[in-house]
């Protein structure tokens, strides 16, 4: 499969609508790839708290619309990073949407871990609460979203649903980029499964954002890591070699706890 992973910068200066617009291009023009994956809540900012009512949207809003065309137009399947949903009850969710080549909308994840320790986005959206795979011809993604890639129990299920690529889209900060390197291989490893992880660039209302989006495979080998500043990070990987490795090095079938839960349950 070949991948394209933009790591796209939020510039204050540029208004979502102008984004939205100049992401669609990017999208566009990555005919050829299989797979392209979008960093979390690029239309606003991850950390730009005070605009998430604002530039809310409903699920099939101008964000949902505008990728499903650039989603067609390029050929690809898409998984358009996140966006601020609105829902029909005033709730907001940080929510990821997956489209089809043909444009249609394969899933909808909502972010289950909320960051901000009683502040910001955890208190701003409410939480997510299924997982979500989305079976492509090639592979089977699970869809998780930045803070998320702290809780190892939500890679365990996804991994139980059947996901062999786990996709994390994400804003994650600069000064805990050796956490975002460290944590994206061991949750390949850990999963033998390959972690493709997309972070955004550029610096939301304070926060500097890591950017180095990586693509680990299912040994915990860094296949391709991506810099600082805005660009699209093209690699490609075979898919196979997670059934491979798994039956080379069968750990998962050696779990024991996650079997015990489910008898107790």
């Not at 850990?190 to 299912?218: F, K, M, R």
């Not at 296949?223 to 490795?245: I, K, N, Q, Y």
Request: net charge negative; proline share 5%; charged share 25%.
């Amino acid at each position: 499969m070949l991948a394209s992973l933009i790591q796209i910068a939020v510039n204050p200066d540029e208004t979502v609508n102008s984004r939205r617009a100049r992401v669609a291009s990017l999208v566009a023009a990555q005919r050829g790839a299989d797979l392209v994956v979008l960093p979390e809540l690029w239309p606003v900012g991850a950390f730009a708290y005070t605009a998430f009512a604002d530039e809310a949207e409903p699920l099939q809003g101008p964000t949902h619309d505008i990728m499903a065309k650039a989603a067609a137009e390029a050929g690809v399947w898409l998984h358009a990073g996140s966006f601020v949903e609105r829902a029909g009850d005033g709730t907001l969710y940080n929510t990821s949407l997956v489209f089809s080549p043909e444009g249609e909308r394969a899933a909808a994840y909502r972010k289950i871990h909320r960051f901000g320790f009683d502040k910001g986005e955890a208190v701003l959206m409410g939480a997510g609460e299924e997982l979500v795979t989305v079976a492509l011809p090639e592979t089977t993604l699970g869809l998780a979203t930045c803070y998320d890639l702290r809780f190892p129990e939500q890679f365990r299920g996804l991994v139980d649903a059947g996901a062999e690529t786990l996709v994390v889209a994400a804003g994650w900060p600069e000064r805990r980029r050796s956490h975002w390197t460290l944590l994206a291989q061991a949750r390949a490893v850990e999963n033998q499964a390959y972690v493709l992880a997309v972070g955004s660039a550029g610096t939301h209302e304070g926060v500097e954002q890591a950017g180095h989006s990586i693509v680990v495979d299912p040994w915990g080998e860094v296949l391709a890591e991506a810099g600082a500043a805005e660009e699209v990070l093209t690699v490609e990987f075979d898919p196979t070699r997670v059934a491979t490795t798994r039956e080379q090095f069968p750990a998962l079938k050696d779990r024991r706890l996650g079997l015990a839960r489910r008898r107790l349950a």
